[in-house]
């Protein structure tokens, strides 16, 4: 399969570019963080944005590569309630859509009064297109902070 490899400097941009978007259109009160693609865009925004607070779900699907399980399961569950707020999940991409929705359907047994989706990126066949993306590819993604293991296993 094909492969995209980011740099730090175009992950810089496509976060401002998804901040700007958040500000006019979805302005939050929490982020949720998708581990482990999402945290990092998910930190990136909270400080953009003005220390818009964090929380983390984890969410294991991948096994490797092209490689994913039959239905994604729930690791690290969100923490406290999100009762009444508004609510922007992020995650670096939208492939199949499994991932995101059990992470909204989580969200919104959290209380959320809205519920959006920011991510990096997106494929053309994702069953759950983001409110708000920079991309959308049907390659695969090598995002910075993964480049290592990528290329090891390689």
């Not at 259109?25 to 999402?38: H, L, N, T, W």
């Not at 690791?75 to 499994?98: E, Q, Y």
Request: hydrophobic letters at 50%; a negative charge; one cysteine or more.
């Amino acid at each position: 399969m094909d492969k995209i490899y980011l740099t730090w400097w175009q992950i810089d941009r496509a976060v401002f570019a998804l901040a700007e978007e958040l500000r006019k259109k979805f302005m939050p009160d929490v982020i949720v963080g998708v581990a482990r693609g999402g945290l990092i865009p998910a930190v990136m925004l909270s400080h953009i944005l003005g220390d818009v607070d964090v929380e983390i779900i984890a969410v294991k699907f991948y096994k490797d590569i092209e490689e994913h399980m039959e239905k994604p399961v729930v690791t690290i569950p969100l923490h406290g309630s999100l009762n009444g707020k508004r609510v922007v999940i992020v995650d670096d991409v939208s492939d199949t859509g499994k991932t995101l929705e059990v992470v909204i359907e989580e969200v919104k047994k959290a209380g959320a009064k809205e519920v959006k989706v920011a991510c990096l990126s997106m494929k053309p066949w994702t069953k759950v297109v983001p409110d708000f993306y920079v991309f959308r590819t049907d390659q695969w993604i090598v995002f910075p902070w993964e480049e290592f293991p990528v290329v090891v296993r390689e």
